[in-house]
């Protein structure tokens, strides 16, 4: 074995494998590849930067049943404590259960809406309906207008400055002084109003496209992760996350129940910095 560690599991590559390989297997290199290709790299980058967070907590009443055997299960999160702990954020996330949605949803601040991931029903019996979603609840993130403003819309004047009139307008008195707009005047504001546009379209086109509050995805499982744990959310959802939180690569992220790492890896990937 060769000191090098492979990408995807951490594990040893093989000291026969090629130089330029980073994974240590072809099976970890597929698993590898499916995962940044779900994430894939954001497109648009600006100048602020936002802080931003994203918690995936064992869900109310169901820590030690699932997570019990983790070495970092400390019992039921308190969640009062946690949502007090994403208000230091400028945009966050939180997945919970459909059962503890209307709880958890009480301790946020005003403003936090509700996602949702349809997920399909576990193959399971039941005596009532089988859930099929979870809920994430989210607040703040990157809503910047100016970046929905399309090429031909209307720009809007600057604050202060006075609407060239019309001439033929005869909403005014006769006796009213109406100034005239020249050739020249009109064709110099067509110009700028056209600069206003290309300027937005410009703007606009960092946005890959809509943003919206429903995933529907089933997952599968990720049986070549050494520290997989249940609930592990996939690339799909990492992506879907980032986005309706506006993130950009240049933001400041932080998961804040690290789990397998693969939100972590996630982010990685989607900031460009992946290995």
Not at 127 to 133: E, I, K, V
Request: net charge positive.
């Amino acid at each position: 074995m060769s000191d090098r560690a492979c990408a995807w599991c951490r594990g040893p590559i093989p000291a026969t494998a090629r130089r330029d390989s980073v994974c240590c297997s072809v099976r970890c290199r597929q698993a590898r590849h499916r995962f940044n290709s779900g994430v894939g790299v954001a497109g648009a980058r600006g100048d602020d930067v936002l802080r931003l967070a994203y918690a995936d907590p064992p869900y109310p009443g169901l820590s030690r049943r699932y997570y019990g055997g983790h070495p970092d299960f400390a019992g039921e999160v308190d969640h009062r404590r946690l949502v007090e702990q994403l208000d230091g954020f400028d945009g966050w996330a939180l997945s919970t259960s459909a059962r503890a949605l209307q709880e958890v949803l009480a301790l946020c601040p005003p403003g936090a809406r509700v996602a949702a991931w349809v997920r399909g029903e576990r193959p399971t019996r039941s005596a009532g309906p089988l859930n099929a979603w979870e809920p994430v609840i989210y607040w703040g993130g990157r809503r910047d207008a100016s970046r929905s403003i399309m090429a031909g819309e209307k720009v809007s004047r600057r604050p202060g400055e006075r609407v060239a009139e019309d001439p033929h307008d005869v909403s005014r008195g006769a006796g009213e002084t109406r100034p005239v707009v020249t050739d020249v005047e009109r064709d110099a504001s067509r110009g700028a109003a056209a600069d206003a546009s290309g300027l937005a379209a410009a703007d606009a086109s960092r946005v890959d496209g809509r943003r919206i509050d429903v995933l529907t995805y089933r997952p599968g499982a990720r049986t070549t992760e050494p520290g997989r744990v249940v609930g592990a959310k996939p690339a799909a959802f990492c992506r879907w996350m980032f986005d309706f939180l506006g993130a950009e690569p240049q933001d400041e992220f932080t998961d804040i129940f690290a789990g397998s790492g693969g939100v972590a890896r996630a982010w990685e990937v989607f900031a460009g910095r992946a290995a």
